[in-house]
């Protein structure tokens, strides 16, 4: 299937899957025909969020709606052939997280290679790339610098579906995958940390929780953390994919250069030189400063 079909399939079983929940269809059976204000006051929801679930349940024909903004159920909405709705649902989602690994990992087979070569990074011995997701900037980097050791550290959900991106016909042990919660969970130690493409998706509060743990683990002196984003021109209207981006973002924002200078300084690192790749992603390195901030 397409991508478009597997997003009609997690629309349809989202909407499916929630107004289940709330009891919508057994209200609606029996030729029982409601308003949505009506639907609310039953399920006590508000009207607005209930109005969209039913206009939603109309779009895509799992319910009825007349002229007069009344709805109903013409005929028992999906059916499921005896799989519980919530066994449908998590392997919807599973497909959409496989799908959302294998359009990441294309991205970082474009990227990878400008980043792992923006900046020498030979002195580095260990590298734990946060969020690295099905480990291609990794492999980049092994080969790159064949003395690295990499850990690559990303959501459970996410390491236990990696084997079948890695490169054939090779055995490498000097890459590692972690499972972990990067906001909650210790970090692997290591001298260089590698935030690809995560930044510029948090919002202040989750920033400041993960740059704080980075800075703390960050040996001073030795450890460094290097970023990969798009950065934006000065005025921040450059380039347009990464200003077009945003228009999408809903916690994070996309920064310029001195922003990103200031962020990794108000977190202790130093010396941040900024490398403009002329791929889709930059690259950002900052040094942990010598002595506590
Ligand atoms: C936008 S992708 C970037 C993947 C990769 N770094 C790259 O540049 O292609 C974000 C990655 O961060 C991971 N991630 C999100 N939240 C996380 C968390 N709390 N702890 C660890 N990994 C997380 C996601 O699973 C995903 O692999």
């Known amino acids: 299937p397409g991508p478009t079909e597997d997003n009609g399939r997690l629309l349809l079983t989202s909407a499916l899957f929630v107004a289940s929940k709330l009891k919508v269809f057994d209200l609606l059976k029996d030729k029982c025909v409601l308003k949505a204000v009506d ?10 969020g209930t109005e969209r679930l039913l206009d939603a349940c109309a779009s895509l024909g799992l319910l009825e709606k007349t002229h007069q903004g009344d709805f109903y159920c013409r005929t028992i909405p999906v ?21 959302f690994m294998t359009a990441m990992h294309s991205i970082a087979k474009l990227t990878a290679r400008d980043v792992a070569t923006a900046f020498d990074l030979s002195p580095f011995r260990s590298v734990c790339d946060l ?10 980097l092994v080969q790159k610098y064949p003395n690295l050791n990499v850990t690559v550290f990303d959501l459970p959900d996410v390491i236990a579906n990696v084997s079948c991106f890695q490169p054939s016909g090779q055995h ?3 890459v590692m995958f972690t499972a972990g919660d990067f906001f909650k969970d210790n970090l692997p130690e290591a001298d260089l940390y590698i935030l690809s493409l995560i930044l510029h998706d948090l919002n202040d509060e989750k920033i400041h929780i993960l740059l704080s743990k980075i800075s703390a683990i960050c040996k001073p002196g030795k450890g460094a953390l290097l970023l990969a984003e798009i950065v934006l021109d000065e005025e921040k209207t450059h380039p347009s994919r990464g200003v077009l981006q945003s228009l ?3 916690e994070g924002k996309q920064r310029n250069g001195s922003e990103y200078k200031q962020l990794l300084e108000k977190y202790g690192f130093t010396n941040v030189q900024i490398k403009i790749t002329g791929n ?6 900052g040094f942990k400063k010598t002595s506590a901030r």
Do not use: P, W, Y
């Open 131 to 140: 969020g690295g997701c099905t480990g291609v900037l990794a492999h980049e």
């Open 172 to 174: 490498i042990t000097s």
């Open 79 to 99: 059916r499921t052939r005896g799989v519980r709705l919530e066994d449908l649902f998590t392997s919807v989602l599973k497909e959409a997280k496989q799908h």
């Open 280 to 285: 889709i992603l930059d690259a950002i390195l």
């Open 39 to 48: 639907v609310a006051n039953k399920i006590e929801a508000s009207v607005c």
């Open 248 to 250: 999408s973002m809903t």
